[in-house]
DNA sequence: CTTTTTGTGATACGACCGTATCATCAACGG
DNA sequence: CCGTTGATGATACGGTCGTATCACAAAAAG
């Protein structure tokens, strides 16, 4: 055999291909030739480590879940330790809005594949598609916790609050792509609101 | 010539047929020849009414503007005449949520299009693609006017307001399309959030 | 009654798609 | 040293795509 490779590396280096072609010009761009252009590599290299198409496809979709939870992950820690509710709310709806480069990459491949999945809902039994349902328990447990801590008004329903805030982040996200704001106007839009939750600015 | 056949409402015929496919399936799967298979016409007929695909694309892309905003006149008029500012906001913002068969085929509808505006920015600059701008600057109009009754806090900035309405209003959408929630809880997250704005139920 | 013009069918072309096949070459096990 | 196996290249197949071409019928124009 020709010396032994790693293919837990190749595989992601193709399927990160796939992502870079995805958010540049859409999953309907990225053809399997296309894919192995894109990674330097040979279409038959494309075949061997993702055996079909729709194999690729879901390999990628992992790897994306995978870069989005890392920049929450980085977001929140960016925003200082100990995480308080309110930056744990903060960070993570903050990392998800396109305000650079790496997020608006993000969101646009995320974009593609929402669309690709309300087309071909077979492809998200395969996968545990609950992604935004994590995030939303997730904002939902801080809040809670941020009003036993007396920082957010007791009154409010907790899960209806989370899932408004994610709602409106990612509307807010698609007006940015769809370049009816720009990410600044869109962050601004969304701490004003955050800070109207929060009881002022912190 | 065989007998003199009406080019305007043939034109919508085919291009609804697009629309039917493109909610359904995903516009990736709107091939000329599926198309007409789903309209009734032979390929040809397809190609005499529109010269190009890009042609029946942006075509289409006109006649679910007009559904859409038919939508959102008849779901105003249908909260009594004459419309108050908050039944304006209140109509134009529940009748682009998925809660019925009509309104989940026109948001499938209109993320298939967005994505694909998203992978081919050069669709959206021979369209006013700036539907979402003249919604938003109308919530914000009436939101003023209701400013201006006493109805809603003066302090509150209009602009802002109407976008974090519209964007939550997408979002929730997505949710819905996306089976993370039904149409029914979407609705009443977003009622919550009005009745807020406005100072409790009306 | 011819001659144009308008609408429609049948079919073809070249490109690209996902997938499959065949051959080859390099390393390791015996 | 040799046969087995892991990794890779070259190429082909059937299908579908958008688009173009050719023919032709039927109504209008002269």
Same mark, same amino acid.
């Given at each position: ?10 595989? =992601? ?8 072609? %995805?958010? !540049? ?7 399997? =030739? ?27 979709? &992992? ?14 820690? %960016?925003?200082?330790?100990?995480? !308080? ?8 709806? !903050? ?9 608006? =990459? ?15 809902? &077979? ?43 994610? %709602? ?16 600044? %106007?869109?962050? &601004? ?12 600015? &912190?």
């Amino acid at each position: 055999m020709p010396k032994r490779v790693d293919h837990d590396l190749r595989r =992601r280096q193709i399927g990160e291909a796939l992502l870079r072609i %995805a958010s !540049t010009r859409g999953l309907q761009a990225a053809s399997m =030739r296309e894919v192995a252009t894109e990674a330097g590599v040979s279409l038959r290299l494309v075949q061997y480590y993702f055996h079909t198409k729709q194999e690729l496809l879901l390999g990628a979709l &992992a790897y994306l879940g995978e870069q989005l939870s890392a920049r929450v992950e980085a977001h929140i820690r %960016a925003l200082g330790m100990p995480p !308080t509710p309110r930056s744990l709310v903060y960070g993570t709806l !903050t990392a998800i809005l396109p305000t650079d480069d790496e997020s608006r =990459r993000l969101t646009r491949t995320y974009a593609a594949y929402y669309t690709l999945v309300l087309a071909e809902p &077979a492809l998200a039994t395969e996968h545990g598609a609950t992604y935004p349902d994590l995030l939303e328990r997730f904002l939902a447990g801080h809040l809670r916790t941020a009003q036993q801590a007396g920082q957010v008004d007791p009154g409010l329903d907790a899960p209806t609050a989370a899932a408004g805030l994610l %709602a409106l982040t990612n509307g807010l996200g698609s007006s940015v792509l769809g370049g009816q704001r720009d990410g600044d %106007a869109a962050l &601004a839009i969304l701490t004003y609101h955050l800070d109207r939750l929060f009881g002022g600015p &912190a």
